[in-house]
């Protein structure tokens, strides 16, 4: 199980390429895909595999660079798609949905395979 203190982010671990790193996410269970993480780390993932349309909570869409990689959650490892889009590490439902995750009342979130 994995707890976090840091309410309403997860600590993670994702390898895209080459590169591996460590970051704290935003449990967004209004996002659909997999992991977003801010443009400012583009340049160090490498080549994206291609260019996707996203339609943002506002209605508004455009293209963002996207990769294939790999997150682990505590001891839960999958393979996912990483957007590089805006400033902020966002961990979506493609992820959370193959989780039990409890948000206990702004304290902590719990999560488990």
Same mark, same amino acid.
Do not use: H, M, N, W
């Given at each position: 199980m994995l707890i976090s203190h840091r309410y309403p982010y997860l600590p993670f671990r994702c390898r895209v390429r @080459?590169? =591996?790193?460590?970051?704290w996410a935003y449990v967004d269970? !209004?996002?659909?895909? =997999? *992991? +977003? /993480?801010?443009e400012s780390e583009a340049s160090r993932?490498? /080549?994206?595999?291609?260019l996707t349309l996203v339609e943002?909570? #506002?209605? =508004?869409r455009l293209l963002?660079? @996207?990769?294939? !990689? *790999? +997150?682990? *959650?505590?001891?839960? @490892?999958m393979p996912i798609l990483v957007l590089c889009l805006g400033n902020e590490y966002l961990l979506g439902r493609e /992820? +959370? #949905?193959k989780l039990r995750i409890c948000f206990h009342r702004? @304290?902590?979130v719990e999560a488990e395979l």
């Open positions: @080459e590169r =591996s790193f460590y970051a269970t !209004g996002f659909d895909g =997999s *992991l +977003i /993480v801010p993932l490498g /080549v994206p595999l291609k943002l909570g #506002d209605g =508004s963002a660079p @996207e990769c294939e !990689g *790999l +997150i682990q *959650l505590g001891e839960a @490892e /992820v +959370i #949905d702004g @304290e902590r």
